[in-house]
């Protein structure tokens, strides 16, 4: 029985969580399952009507689902958006405008819950695992509000298996059911993303797959089944 949600988490930002959720999404939808693809917090977000806003992690995640850009679709997918490409709470700052953790958790679960039984919903996270989203909470307050099994994603840089072993301990230590790994490899990487894959698996002891720069979501990861 496919999982009916997913929580994609980082082990650092900017190391590939949208490219990795959008690619996921594109897989699922091309077997044939009802795909809802979330980024309720968005940073770095053009205007609508902006020719970048297709280059936002919003603009991909519509993409990969099929969809066209508009303003239902955005506030769907991104019901907090923000023009300053900062943590949630300082972007949220600049603007004027605050957040809380209570209130990204109940909208999340509100989608949870009108989701159809044979729909899986992925819900993508902001920056790293423990990047500040409100003026309290940090990402892993979040996905330990949310209780829903984690996807993490790591890069290949050089540090990327110290950083990905720390988010897997970090995640065990707090109750979070993690379902597997995907390296996302990273531009210029000095080490083939495979190796720095068979590293992680070897001392995490979970499914992990690479996602290769232009590649596509691998089959066999079991832990989506």
């Known amino acids: 029985m496919p999982l009916p949600a997913l929580f994609v988490v980082g082990a650092g930002t900017e190391i590939g969580k949208t490219y990795t959720t959008a690619a996921l999404v594109r897989r699922l939808r091309g077997q044939g399952r009802q795909v809802r693809a979330l980024k309720p917090l968005a940073s770095g977000v053009p205007p609508l009507d902006h020719p970048d806003f297709s280059a936002s992690d919003t603009g991909r995640l519509l993409a990969a689902q099929g969809l066209p850009v508009t303003p239902a679709t955005v506030a769907a997918c991104s019901p907090w958006r923000f023009a300053a490409p900062l943590a949630?709470?300082?972007?949220?700052?600049?603007?004027?405008?605050?957040?809380?953790?209570?209130?990204?958790?109940?909208?999340?679960?509100?989608?949870?819950?009108?989701?159809?039984?044979?729909?899986?919903?992925?819900?993508?996270?902001?920056?790293?695992?423990?990047?500040?989203?409100?003026?309290?909470?940090?990402?892993?307050?979040?996905?330990?509000?949310?209780?829903?099994?984690?996807?993490?994603?790591?890069?290949?840089?050089?540090?990327?298996?110290?950083?990905?072993?720390?988010?897997?301990?970090?995640?065990?230590?707090?109750?979070?059911?993690?379902?597997?790994?995907?390296?996302?490899?990273?531009?210029?990487?000095?080490?083939?993303?495979?190796?720095?894959?068979?590293?992680?698996?070897?001392?995490?002891?979970?499914?992990?797959?690479?996602?290769p720069r232009g590649g596509a979501f691998p089959d066999g990861f079991t832990g989506l089944d």
């Open 88 to 211: 949630p709470d300082l972007a949220a700052a600049r603007e004027g405008r605050s957040l809380t953790l209570s209130e990204l958790v109940g909208w999340c679960d509100a989608r949870l819950a009108e989701a159809a039984d044979d729909e899986t919903v992925v819900i993508e996270g902001v920056g790293g695992l423990m990047s500040p989203i409100t003026e309290a909470a940090t990402g892993l307050d979040w996905l330990k509000a949310q209780a829903v099994p984690a996807l993490l994603v790591s890069g290949s840089y050089l540090g990327a298996i110290s950083h990905a072993l720390t988010a897997v301990e970090t995640l065990r230590a707090h109750g979070v059911p993690l379902v597997g790994i995907v390296v996302s490899e990273s531009e210029g990487a000095p080490t083939p993303p495979e190796t720095v894959a068979g590293q992680i698996a070897r001392h995490a002891g979970l499914p992990v797959v690479c996602l």
